[in-house]
């Protein structure tokens, strides 16, 4: 079991059994629905447990060279990459590190379909679609939103598909459950089924939440079925970014100062919502914080404040069971995607350390950061 007491902070700290939990109902529906789940880096890129998540899964998805080169190196595979456009000086070097490339768009894909057809390995071109509906509601993360610039509509492709394209790639979902999958699903097969005999592959990107408690993961594996039925000639993708990493390890702060004004108490920790944990001002979210509740009339209630600077870095009113002090750790749950990927040293403010709880109940402090990390990213 986890012991906080032996953690420094502060710390991101993932959970090896809980990453090996996910992986295996992950890789359980892999195989009872006979498609291919891969990670998405956008979402979990803690190479150091590549090796691990190679056991289970069946590769990886970039969006970038350095992503593509990274998988290619530590999971030791070639990477499904995708690009919402790729840099010209880039691109010959995407390759080597590609089992598949996907454009954006038609026209990306016609400036670069004469590069991928000579390249002396075989890349799997294809082109990534908007089917025009999604279920997300914050817009931020909404690719289908109207006149979203994330894949081609059907009706740009004038009925007919470029010659040399052997995938269609599509994704709509953020963290969304399987019936939202179905009914994405029915959008795409209307718009763009007329060009599945010509196709190789399909991918139906990521935001499959398969690990959340309460995922009808029964359901997902019947609709893939059905889908892979219909069309078995096609093999069937996808890329979850959360579902890998989810809920599997925490983040470690402690509280520095408390602050006290016109009622309003803060408790400012040595982490920044900003810097390390974006997504919960940007989606927004609420993260869950170890014995805390929702505000609560007679308990002692706090705002927990970021260390930066920037006047929001913080989390309106928590709970407790008792008066927060000085020197108190406070550990944030579900601290493990999208965090590390998205943080920042907005500030120069101290980044978190990386480690591994393993499953003898041992802690391995994988990364500390220190000035050089700040200094090294700027000029």
């Not at 789940?37 to 890129?45: E, P, T, V, Y």
């Not at 994330?150 to 399987?178: I, M, Q, R």
């Amino acid at each position: 079991m986890l012991n906080i007491h032996k953690i420094p902070s502060p710390a991101y700290v993932l959970e090896m059994r809980r990453l090996r939990e996910n992986l295996e109902l992950i890789q359980g529906v892999q195989s009872a629905a006979g498609v291919s789940i891969i990670l998405a880096l956008k979402g979990f890129a803690m190479w150091r447990v590549f090796p691990v998540v190679g056991q289970y899964l069946r590769g990886a998805t970039a969006s970038s060279l350095s992503e593509a080169r990274l998988i290619y190196e530590e999971m030791g595979v070639k990477a499904h990459t995708y690009s919402p456009a790729y840099l010209p000086d880039e691109f010959a070097n995407i390759l080597p590190y590609s089992s598949h490339i996907t454009f954006n768009s038609i026209n990306q894909y016609l400036r670069y379909k004469n590069q991928v057809a000579a390249f002396p390995e075989k890349v799997s071109p294809g082109i990534r679609v908007n089917p025009e509906y999604s279920e997300v509601e914050v817009d931020l993360y909404n690719p289908a939103a109207p006149g979203s610039r994330l894949g081609e509509v059907v009706d740009n492709f004038g009925g007919e598909l470029p010659e040399g394209v052997e995938g269609l790639h599509f994704h709509t979902l953020c963290e969304s459950s399987s019936y939202d999958l179905e009914k994405v699903l029915k959008a795409f097969e209307s718009k763009f089924a007329l060009f599945f005999p010509q196709l190789k592959w399909v991918n139906f990107g990521g935001g499959h939440l398969m690990t959340r408690a309460g995922y009808d993961t029964i359901h997902l594996v019947k609709l893939l079925q059905s889908f892979r039925k219909k069309y078995p000639h096609l093999e069937v993708i996808l890329e979850p970014g959360s579902a890998i990493a989810w809920d599997t390890g925490v983040l470690v702060s402690t509280v520095l100062d408390i602050v006290e004004n016109h009622g309003v108490k803060t408790a400012i920790v040595d982490v920044s919502f900003t810097a390390h944990m974006p997504d919960t001002l940007e989606m927004p979210y609420r993260p869950r914080i170890e014995g805390a509740t929702d505000p609560t009339s007679g308990q002692p209630t706090y705002r927990i404040g970021g260390v930066s600077c920037l006047a929001g870095d913080y989390m309106s009113e928590y709970s407790f069971d008792h008066e927060l002090q000085i020197g108190e750790k406070l550990v944030f749950h579900d601290m493990i995607h999208y965090t590390m990927v998205k943080t920042t040293t907005f500030n120069g403010v101290k980044h978190p350390a990386i480690a591994i709880w393993h499953e003898d109940d041992t802690l391995e402090m994988v990364r500390e950061f220190g000035y050089e990390d700040y200094k090294n990213r700027l000029s």
